[in-house]
């Protein structure tokens, strides 16, 4: 299901939410970096509360906000 690369994406993103975490989640993220460090690759339990943590602090770029620093080209929807 989950693979160990996945694994490492999650804590390295989180690594960047940790200072809006809660206590517990805080404490919690110690214990999975710690697993990791010993290189376990993590339960089912585990990688599902993992992934939790990254869905609730991971914030994904919206690209269109970058719309307007980029021309459009002919043919372009925005021209018709």
Known sequence: M?????Q??????????????TRQEYDEYKIFVKRDKDDE???SIAMKR????Y?????????SKYDKFFK?????ESDK
């Open 2 to 6: 989950y693979s160990h690369r996945d």
């Open 8 to 21: 490492k994406k999650y804590l390295e993103t989180l690594k960047k939410c940790e200072r809006k975490f």
């Open 41 to 43: 690759e993590f339960d």
């Open 50 to 53: 993992l992934k939790e943590l």
């Open 55 to 63: 869905d609730k602090y991971y914030e994904k770029a919206d690209p």
């Open 72 to 76: 459009k080209g002919p043919g372009s």
